[in-house]
């Protein structure tokens, strides 16, 4: 999937780092342990620096660091694997987003967990919600 940005598909300028070799130039993505490990050095870069979520990091974790993320990306260990949706809502504005940037139910549901695409329909606040009627 490509990246999804304002709603819109956004060229990807990313580069995940991994480990101790960091460039010293360009937009790059850390693990959480990495950034929270060394965060001054990470932080000083003259670049935008983004952070990767896996499963098990606890997303509170990023409270200190909020305002100099530019990208949060949240890891899955398969395509089945919800864990990374830890926050549920978090699910249904990603759905709203692919839903705005013009993808459809058939092209995103499998990236839920979804088996077929009436579950995934359920999944977003682009539905119109009434108020149930009242009878006087």
Known sequence: MPLIK????AENLWAFVDGEDVPSAGSISVPL???LEHADTLLARNEQIGVRLAPADDPHDLAPYLDRI???EIEFPKYTDGRGYSQYSFRHGAADAL???GYLERDFGFLMGHGDNNMTGRYGMMLIRRPAPTYL
């Open 99 to 101: 839903r705005r940037a």
């Open 70 to 72: 530019a990208l949060i």
């Open 33 to 35: 342990p990495q950034l």
């Open 6 to 9: 304002d709603g819109a598909e």
